[in-house]
């Protein structure tokens, strides 16, 4: 006599089945995803990935597990088997290994490496949701992602190759400005592209976890768990991968596409590797190491005491590059590169966090991908990203007009929390629209104690700016 409860399991794994397989089946198409422009060759990819390993690994504490670095090696290898044919590189070489922080971020370099915190591996509610995460990394990589974003960047010649490229995938990203307290070290510029990109590897990541027997249901699930688990600050991997909008609706609609093939049922695996990271005593708290010249990031980003920093020089120095035809700046600052932005600022200023430049003090310009050619709404959304990413910053409605290099600017005045003194500071964005309809923007940031000493070194910033069309 067959157990009822043996034929109940069988029906609703039937059930299942068949409704994993009904898109398929109906004749819905896969979407077809084509990787963007791109004048590196796959091996500038291997290069650039295998330098930026090294830099990761000195800056990312790493956890050093017979037992996860197995599990996630077995799941990261069964994912890229299922890699379409027809995007395959043979240069490329996939490597899958668990940084030591407790944060939910994953992140994938160019030519294969990946790394994935262990904050995501325990935030996963099954092994389906920790695989859509990684084959969405895995698509950046099928993709090219990387080095088609700085095939974009090329003619505005703001920063080294590798620099931009690391900046991108490891320091935030490459959609958003990512601001924690005055940390304004990635610029808005790659909004639209960067969109662009998160739904291919949305998309291709949905079709390769069907092709290794996962339901791409999963991986919208995940973003919910992400949200969910996210807490006041807002989860990493959700700042630095930007929404490129109904991302649940189109993964569901693509999963209704595609067949799952064997599916996996148990998570047998996923179970005991959960179990397994609940035993291991807590994460490493902090890089393991700073950049030369750069002070790290408190632990935890928790506020600290900092050394004074020198006030702005009368003197002034010139610098001319990409949009910029011209800079006056105070001949004590420095400049840095973060992502496709430039920072100026006096030494002691910047700080390191996660491979991303910050400053306490200082000035960005960069560009942003304008979503409009109004100025107003331009300016309003780039608010609103930095205020997505800054729970501390009280944005203002108030913009005022002012000129900038004989173009119409807008210009308003934002409090702040800084998240590396504690100290309140005042952020200052200035805008303008190019010729081609690019926003260009200047951020400038001094605690509120020293905003008299810096505001005329501001105004002549300002005043001196002459950009290129």
Same mark, same amino acid.
Do not use: C
């Given at each position: 006599?067959?157990?009822?409860?043996?034929?109940?399991?069988?029906?609703?794994?039937?059930?299942? &089945?068949?409704?994993?397989?009904?898109?398929?089946?109906?004749?819905?198409?896969?979407?077809?995803?084509?990787?963007?422009?791109?004048?590196?060759?796959? %091996?500038?990819?291997?290069?650039?990935? /295998?330098?930026?390993v090294d830099q990761i690994r000195e800056q990312v504490p790493m956890l050093t597990d017979g037992h996860l670095q197995s599990y996630l090696d077995a799941l990261?290898?069964?994912?890229?088997?299922?890699?379409?044919?027809?995007? #395959?590189?043979?240069?490329?070489?996939? +490597?899958?290994?668990?940084?030591?922080? =407790?944060?939910?971020?994953?992140?994938?370099?160019?030519?294969?490496? &990946?790394?994935? @915190?262990?904050?995501l591996m325990a935030v996963a509610k099954t092994e389906g949701e920790l695989a859509g995460v990684m084959a969405h990394e895995v698509s950046h990589v099928v993709?090219? @992602?990387?080095?088609?974003?700085?095939?974009?960047?090329?003619?505005?010649?703001?920063?080294?190759?590798?620099?931009?490229?690391?900046?991108?995938?490891?320091?935030?990203? +490459?959609?958003?400005?990512?601001?924690?307290?005055?940390?304004?070290?990635?610029?808005?510029?790659?909004?639209?592209?960067?969109? #662009?990109? #998160?739904?291919?590897?949305?998309?291709?990541?949905?079709?390769?976890?069907?092709?290794?027997?996962?339901?791409?249901?999963? &991986?919208?699930?995940?973003?919910? +768990?992400?949200?969910?688990?996210?807490?006041?600050?807002?989860?990493?991997?959700?700042?630095?991968?930007?929404?490129?909008?109904?991302?649940?609706?189109?993964? +569901?609609?693509?999963?209704? *596409?595609?067949?799952?093939?064997?599916?996996?049922?148990?998570?047998?695996?996923?179970? %005991?590797?959960?179990? @397994?990271?609940?035993?291991?005593?807590?994460?490493?708290?902090?890089?393991?190491?700073?950049? *030369?010249?750069?002070?790290?990031?408190?632990?935890?980003? #928790?506020?600290?005491?900092?050394?004074?920093?020198?006030?702005?020089?009368?003197?002034?120095?010139?610098?001319?590059?990409?949009?910029?035809?011209?800079?006056?700046?105070?001949?004590?600052?420095? /400049?840095?590169?973060?992502?496709?932005?430039?920072?100026?600022?006096?030494?002691?200023?910047?700080?390191? *966090?996660?491979?991303?430049?910050?400053?306490? @003090?200082?000035?960005?310009?960069?560009?942003?991908?304008?979503?409009?050619?109004?100025?107003?709404?331009?300016?309003?959304?780039?608010? /609103?990203?930095?205020?997505?990413?800054?729970?501390?910053?009280?944005?203002?409605?108030?913009?005022?007009?002012?000129?900038?290099?004989?173009?119409?600017?807008?210009?308003?005045?934002?409090?702040?929390?800084?998240?590396?003194?504690?100290?309140? =500071?005042?952020?200052?964005?200035?805008?303008?629209?190019?010729?081609?309809?690019?926003?260009?923007?200047?951020? *400038?940031?001094?605690?509120?104690? =020293?905003?008299?000493?810096?505001?005329?070194?501001?105004?002549?910033?300002?005043?001196?700016?002459?950009?290129?069309?």
């Amino acid at each position: 006599m067959i157990d009822p409860q043996t034929v109940r399991r069988f029906a609703g794994g039937l059930l299942a &089945m068949l409704a994993l397989t009904a898109g398929a089946a109906a004749g819905q198409t896969p979407t077809g995803v084509t990787p963007p422009k791109n004048k590196y060759t796959p %091996a500038d990819d291997v290069r650039l990935g /295998q330098e930026a390993v090294d830099q990761i690994r000195e800056q990312v504490p790493m956890l050093t597990d017979g037992h996860l670095q197995s599990y996630l090696d077995a799941l990261g290898r069964r994912l890229v088997a299922m890699i379409p044919p027809s995007l #395959e590189q043979s240069a490329f070489v996939y +490597t899958f290994e668990v940084a030591d922080k =407790e944060d939910i971020n994953a992140f994938a370099l160019p030519g294969g490496p &990946m790394f994935v @915190h262990r904050g995501l591996m325990a935030v996963a509610k099954t092994e389906g949701e920790l695989a859509g995460v990684m084959a969405h990394e895995v698509s950046h990589v099928v993709l090219r @992602h990387g080095t088609a974003q700085q095939t974009k960047a090329e003619r505005f010649q703001i920063g080294a190759l590798f620099g931009q490229v690391l900046g991108a995938i490891v320091g935030g990203t +490459t959609g958003d400005i990512i601001a924690r307290g005055s940390n304004f070290g990635v610029s808005a510029y790659f909004m639209k592209f960067s969109r #662009e990109y #998160e739904q291919q590897a949305d998309i291709l990541g949905a079709q390769i976890m069907a092709r290794a027997g996962y339901d791409p249901r999963d &991986m919208a699930n995940m973003f919910r +768990t992400i949200e969910e688990a996210s807490g006041a600050s807002g989860p990493q991997w959700l700042s630095d991968h930007p929404n490129p909008g109904n991302r649940v609706d189109y993964i +569901t609609r693509e999963a209704e *596409a595609l067949a799952v093939e064997g599916p996996r049922r148990r998570d047998t695996a996923f179970v %005991a590797m959960q179990a @397994h990271l609940s035993d291991l005593p807590p994460a490493a708290e902090g890089p393991r190491a700073a950049a *030369a010249g750069t002070a790290p990031m408190p632990a935890g980003n #928790e506020p600290r005491d900092v050394p004074p920093v020198e006030p702005p020089s009368a003197r002034t120095r010139n610098y001319e590059t990409g949009r910029l035809e011209r800079i006056t700046v105070p001949a004590n600052w420095q /400049q840095r590169s973060s992502a496709d932005a430039l920072i100026f600022a006096p030494e002691g200023a910047f700080f390191e *966090a996660s491979g991303t430049t910050t400053f306490t @003090h200082g000035i960005e310009v960069g560009t942003a991908d304008g979503q409009t050619r109004d100025l107003r709404r331009g300016t309003q959304a780039l608010v /609103q990203n930095l205020a997505r990413s800054n729970p501390q910053l009280r944005p203002s409605s108030v913009y005022r007009t002012t000129m900038v290099d004989g173009r119409r600017a807008l210009t308003t005045t934002m409090d702040n929390a800084s998240e590396i003194t504690g100290q309140p =500071e005042q952020v200052a964005l200035v805008t303008t629209t190019l010729r081609d309809g690019t926003l260009f923007y200047l951020i *400038a940031v001094a605690p509120y104690s =020293e905003a008299a000493a810096y505001s005329d070194a501001f105004a002549r910033v300002g005043r001196t700016l002459r950009l290129r069309d």
